[in-house]
């Protein structure tokens, strides 16, 4: 069984009950009210024959990153997954498992009406490319390619929602959907922060290792009384997006015992990366993430009045009023 996460808060105490973190699901498949591509449930249905279409021709928005309009679908669409190449970018290779993000639309093949898109809501989807995480069609259709692409497919029921379709976003269960879809990046367990190291003067604090080969930084942590207050501080700085206390993130992280210096929990050790929302876990992470930049490494110490106090999740090897040390890399937000 996959070890979950302990940074989520403890609810009931003790106990981490809350979904999201170290699974293949998280909020990053809540993009809208309307119909994100994410995935009902786990289909069961054979690999599809990709194949060159027919697809609908782009008419207006033809540039990568600007909103497209597509035509209405010419005629009868394949029963297999049409997908197309529009731009080619030179980026990175997208594998499944993968995080993505990416800017969409998508719309209904008969009618050419739009059930979601990205660009008017300007946040890019982060979503796993996983059985069970996302509809399979977007799976099939994007493994493989580059990052800085875009991509035109269709998706008919079978990769789709299925039979019963998804009534929320006018969608019947014999619709052929129409993705274009702008690769903006990939994350995956070898991902790391991205800019500038940040001098790591104070040597009552714990240093963070600068690697950015995506294995897990070292972290050393003084032999000295811990703080007691939150401190959050940068290792390496990025020029991203500022994380607000209501945002989702995507995220590498390694936590470590201030007493022993002992790691007792880490997405490295687990080789999956982890996604979750601010308001999930315990305060210190949630303190001590807000306000930074994506694409940072940050340094997080927590004192047990921001972390699990004298109710540590069991079998999590921390013992009552542990501090905990963290650095996380803020890959991106949700």
Known sequence: MRRRSLILAAVPAGLVTLAGCGDDSSDSSKASD???PSASQTSAAPAPKIVDGPLPAITAGTKFGEKPTVAKGSGKPSD?????????????????????????????WDTAKVFDNSYDRKTPLVIQLAAGSIIDGWRYALTGKKTGSRVEFSVPPTWGYGAQG????????????????????????????????VPQSDAKLP??????DGKAPSVEVPKADPPKGLVAKYVIESDGDVVAADNSVLVQYKGVV????????????????????????????????????V????????????????????????????????????????
């Open 258 to 293: 201030w007493n022993t210096g002992k790691e007792f929990d880490s997405t490295y050790s687990r080789g999956a990366l982890t996604s979750f929302g601010l308001q999930q876990v315990v305060k210190g992470w949630a303190q001590g993430l807000t306000g930074k930049k």
């Open 80 to 108: 297999q997954l049409a997908v197309k190449t529009v731009i080619a970018g030179g980026g990175k290779t997208v594998a499944e498992n993968d995080y993505v993000q990416a800017n969409y639309l998508g719309q209904v």
């Open 207 to 212: 240093k963070v290792g600068t690697n950015t």
């Open 295 to 334: 694409g940072s490494r940050v340094l997080i110490v927590i004192p047990p009045s921001l972390g699990y106090g004298d109710q540590p999740p069991a079998g999590s090897g921390l013992e009552k009023d542990s501090t905990m040390v963290f650095t996380v890399d803020i890959l991106a937000k949700m």
């Open 166 to 197: 998804n009534s929320q976003a006018g969608i019947k269960g014999t619709d052929t959907l129409v993705f274009v879809v702008d690769l903006l990046e990939t994350f995956n367990a070898k991902s790391s922060a991205k800019g500038k190291d």
């Open 34 to 36: 309307s119909a994100s």
